[in-house]
């Protein structure tokens, strides 16, 4: 008996002490650990909810730690003492990385700003003075991502544009004929089309769209009705915006692409993008022949592209945006009843850069500073009256400040432009203010104006207000319902005429106004 109480004894007394210094082993197993905690804002200042973060070990097999932030954009990470590459991504914005070593015991902060990022299918560039997820934009805006072109495997802008609701094309004649776009019953001068920010068309005139490819596009936004409150003379009816690809592999990334068919059909391509450290690049080439169905009917296009950016600092960008476009068609005319006029061709030769400049002072300041230049060079060769050449360029100087705040945020800029065509040419500017705010959780207001002084009619003040409002937020089949409307005026220069010629003519006028709702479904 006393053998049995002396064993529970000597049982008791180890469970007791092994317990005592494993509970004491605890508390310093758990003190050992670090805390990696912070908040994600937008360039407003305003939380980012549900974006990812990853913290993966440097040096270590073992698998990364993810969370995500809250409503109020915050998170915070329990990790072991070691170095981790920290990385933050969302959708809608541009990745963040920082590599980071911890200390045992250590509590470290990670502050990050994330820009919106302007490829994504989910951001719209053209619709407002700064970039804006899609959920918040007031005007209808159609997006047309690489994915989208991919799978449709157009090679011409023309088609895919077609497809977007109230867009429409006239080509006259066969492949290299004249093709115009018309968008929401507007003439098809009423366009405004920028590629990479570069505005293409003709002074007070329209684009002619039958040699651009879609070569090296990741992006195509069209933004519906007047919006010349943000750029002026042109956007009667709306805004079409090409964006070129941009290199996002560490790795260099080479594409070739061939493809071929009848009447002597050939296309190949070939685009190098990558990063290199704070350089990212992307160049491309493309060639499209084709010798039509007769004589005289052929067509050659080529494309060349370029968008190359220097990141300075995480708040200083460069970048230069190159594209040129050059084909040849023949024009036979109509052979119904006559035979095809050989000899007849239409060569266009089209050309745009961009030069921009990005940056920041202090929190709430964000400044680009452009400079842009577009040129257009058509030769028609008639026989037998010979050879017609018609050229165009235009080229200005845009500078744009935004204060951010909070749900936020005023942008205020001046623009200068000089036109020239011909014997013609004018000389125009421009200063505009645009106000954008999240009333509440669920409603979105912006209201700008521009004041125009045009070469050809003088000063005009066209204003743009819209609102945007969820609704409802839900999940599943029937999903969130969003309301949005929007009113704004459109203003059109006259076409370049030699100097005396239509002088005092009042600019064309439109005024639009939109309301609807998005269904998810």
Not at 44 to 57: H, K, L, M
Not at 77 to 82: I, K, R, T, V
Not at 267 to 273: A, E, I, M, Y
Request: net charge negative; aromatic share 10%; with cysteine.
């Amino acid at each position: 008996m006393r053998l049995s109480r002396l064993l529970s004894f000597a049982v008791a007394i180890l469970f007791g002490t092994f317990g005592t210094l494993f509970l004491r082993a605890l508390p310093v197993a758990a003190q050992s650990n670090a805390t990696l905690h912070g908040t994600i804002t937008d360039p407003s200042g305003a939380a980012i909810a549900n974006a990812t973060i990853v913290a993966q070990p440097s040096n270590s097999a073992a698998g990364p730690a993810v969370t995500k932030s809250d409503a109020e954009g915050r998170f915070s990470l329990s990790l072991a003492p070691g170095r981790y590459r920290v990385t933050i991504k969302h959708a809608s914005f541009t990745r963040f990385q920082q590599d980071v070593a911890l200390a045992p015991g250590e509590t470290r902060i990670i502050g990050s700003r994330l820009e919106l990022e302007p490829l994504a299918a989910n951001v719209v560039v053209t619709a407002a003075t700064e970039p804006t997820p899609a959920e918040a934009t007031v005007a209808p805006v159609d997006i047309i991502t690489r994915q989208e072109i991919d799978n449709r495997q157009d090679i011409f802008l023309t088609p895919i544009l077609a497809s977007v609701a109230g867009a429409n094309f006239s080509q006259l004649g066969p492949m290299g004929g004249t093709a115009t776009f018309f968008l929401d019953g507007g003439n098809s001068n009423y366009t405004k089309v920028l590629v990479d920010g570069v505005p293409v068309n003709q002074p007070g005139g329209l684009v002619f769209f039958e040699n651009f490819t879609l070569d090296s596009v990741d992006k195509i936004e069209i933004v519906h009705g007047a919006s010349s409150a943000l750029y002026g003379s042109d956007a009667m009816s709306g805004v079409v915006q090409i964006f070129t690809h941009r290199g996002s592999t560490r790795t260099p990334l080479l594409e070739l692409e061939g493809d071929g068919g009848t009447f002597g059909t050939g296309h190949g391509s070939g685009q190098l993008s990558g990063l290199a450290g704070a350089f990212d690049y992307s160049a491309s080439a493309a060639y499209f022949s084709s010798n039509g169905q007769g004589p005289g009917n052929f067509f050659r296009d080529t494309t060349l592209s370029g968008n190359f950016g220097w990141r300075l600092s995480d708040t200083d960008t460069l970048r230069l945006t190159l594209r040129n476009n050059s084909s040849d068609a023949g024009q036979p005319g109509q052979t119904l009843l006559d035979p095809p006029i050989i000899g007849q061709t239409t060569g266009l030769h089209d050309f745009s850069a961009g030069l921009n400049w990005d940056f920041s002072t202090g929190d709430h300041w964000q400044h680009r500073l452009s400079g842009f230049e577009s040129r257009f060079d058509e030769i028609a060769v008639i026989p037998p009256f010979g050879a017609f050449d018609s050229k165009f360029n235009r080229a200005g100087l845009n500078e744009q400040s935004s204060y951010l705040f909070p749900n936020g945020g005023v942008a205020a800029g001046y623009e200068y432009e000089v036109e020239n065509g011909g014997a013609a040419g004018r000389h125009n500017q421009a200063g505009y203010v645009e106000v954008h705010y999240q009333v509440t959780s669920r409603l979105t207001a912006i209201a700008g104006s521009r004041a125009e002084a045009n070469g050809a009619f003088g000063t005009r003040v066209v204003p743009r207000l819209g609102a945007a409002y969820e609704l409802r937020n839900a999940n599943g089949f029937f999903g969130s319902t969003r309301l949005r409307t929007s009113y704004g005026q459109g203003i059109k220069e006259p076409e370049l005429l030699p100097v005396g010629c239509g002088s005092g003519l009042a600019p064309e006028q439109s005024r639009t106004f939109d309301a609807g709702f998005d269904q998810i479904l």
